[in-house]
């Protein structure tokens, strides 16, 4: 059964950073694309950030470009996203996804993880 397990939750003041994390088993991990979805409490689920199978290509919400940082690791089968200068509109819950086709948007996600919350306060 494919897993994709989330970390690095956390509460900082907005201009922080955080790094999250992704694992994933019981995936060929290198032949997915990967990507991080958000969604803040009365909205709905926004993409944040994908990458293609090997990491050369990548998306970036306007919202958090220049400032987020995705990158994965296929021989750990780890995704990354590197969140610096947060802002308060970034509190959210935050997904990791696989997708067979990039790049990764809400409807053609394959596995979900479960969640790590974000919060920034100002």
């Known amino acids: 059964q494919v897993q994709l397990v989330e970390s690095g939750r956390g509460l900082v003041q907005a201009g922080g950073s955080l790094r999250l994390s992704c694992i994933a088993s019981c995936l060929s991990f290198d032949d997915y694309a990967m990507g991080w979805i958000r969604q803040s409490p009365g909205k709905e689920r926004e993409e944040v950030s994908c990458t293609k199978w090997s990491g050369g290509s990548t998306y970036y919400a306007d919202s958090v470009k220049g400032r987020f940082t995705i990158s994965r690791d296929n021989a750990k089968n780890t995704l990354y996203l590197q969140m610096n200068n947060l802002k308060p509109e970034d509190t959210a819950m935050y997904y990791c996804?696989?997708?067979?086709?990039?790049?990764?948007?809400?409807?053609?996600?394959?596995?979900w993880g479960q969640g790590t919350q974000v919060t920034v306060s100002s």
């Open positions: 996804a696989a997708g067979v086709t990039y790049p990764l948007w809400l409807w053609n996600v394959d596995y």
